[in-house]
């Protein structure tokens, strides 16, 4: 059916990094959601009120929450699609990943809710009536809460939307929850056994799982998580492509949200080239990274010398020190002041966020072994950098 309508309504639809594509992508699965859920809750509650089923009536109300946060999915996609401003000018994005935050928080709370109801149930057990009507109910949606899963699961991916995924996330719970009340209540009418209020705790237990598991996605871009590895990779084989491009580093990567990337790095350069023809390779590298990978790209160019044959053999040695201390080590703008009584080795040391051992400490073992093995007239001059892209 989605799939269907999208042909219909979404001209360019393989076209998902524009946003007004995107727009369209979330709004209808939004719209959607809302109808399915609606049906859903006047199924499910027509159920629990023949049965007297309250595992079946929170399942219901819990679709209406789902509703409302295909509610929320929908104007988040649609805040999110509006234009750059004054007040915004990288956009208004990160409105999505709020949208999604929304809907990971009604599923907590759905969560408590039922847990509540759940033990008040186990305190004070109801007989529930099982009849053929509250399982067609409940197996119908089963298979919708699939389907929903399945394909907001499936544009959330091509669209790159972590709101989408926690709705796909959200629906796929409704599934196993709805599963485990028809499991309740079959196992009622065939036992006796009244299990279904402690059904109702095992099933609000999984939802608000499911619900920490989305908010940690859509929280994460929003406190500014590290970029994906693939595509850090990606921004390095666009800039190293260039032979005139040396090395990369202080690589930073802002999310303003889907789609919206600001990238900032350092590419070295060799000292001795003509600044005019490098500075045109640089602009050239902007543009690529902004065709390739839909983003904006400032590239700060750090001159490298790389003709002079001591400066070289005095940065392999330190590169030797470094890396003997830890592989995980770097350095790059390695630089030398050379005077009468010493000589300065100025260069940045990069330190995962993860290493034991303090900054300071750091550099004070650097400047011991580098004492050792190069002697007393050479000094270390070391700016620490923290890796920001893993």
Known sequence: MVTVLINLWIKEKEDVKNPEVRQKYGMLCGMVGIILNIFLFLGKFL??????????TADAFNNLSDAGSSCVTLVGFKMAGAKPDVDHPFGHGRIEYVAGLIVSGAIIIMAFELIRTSV???????????????AGILL???????????????????????????TATDSLSDTC??????????????????????????VGLFIFYAGISAARETLNPLLGQAPEKELVKQIEEIVLSHEEICGIHDLLVHDYGPGRLMISLHAEVPAEGDILELHDVIDNTETELREQLNCDAVIHMDPVVTEDEHILALKKKMEEIIKSMDSILSMHDFRVVTGPTHTNMIFDVVIPFQYQISDEALVEQIAEKTKGLLGETYFVVIQVDHAYCG
Do not use: W
């Open 177 to 202: 929850a709805t599963a485990v009340v028809l499991l309740a209540s079959i196992v009622g009418e065939i036992t006796g056994m009244q299990i279904d209020g402690y059904c109702g705790v095992l």
């Open 47 to 56: 159920a629990g009120t023949i049965s007297h089923s309250i595992s079946i």
């Open 120 to 134: 008040e149930k186990i305190i004070d057990p109801h007989p529930v009536e099982f009849s053929a009507l509250t």
């Open 140 to 166: 119908v949606s089963i298979f919708v809460k699939m389907y929903m899963a399945y394909y907001n699961y499936r544009i959330g991916n091509k669209v790159d939307s972590a709101a989408m995924r926690a």
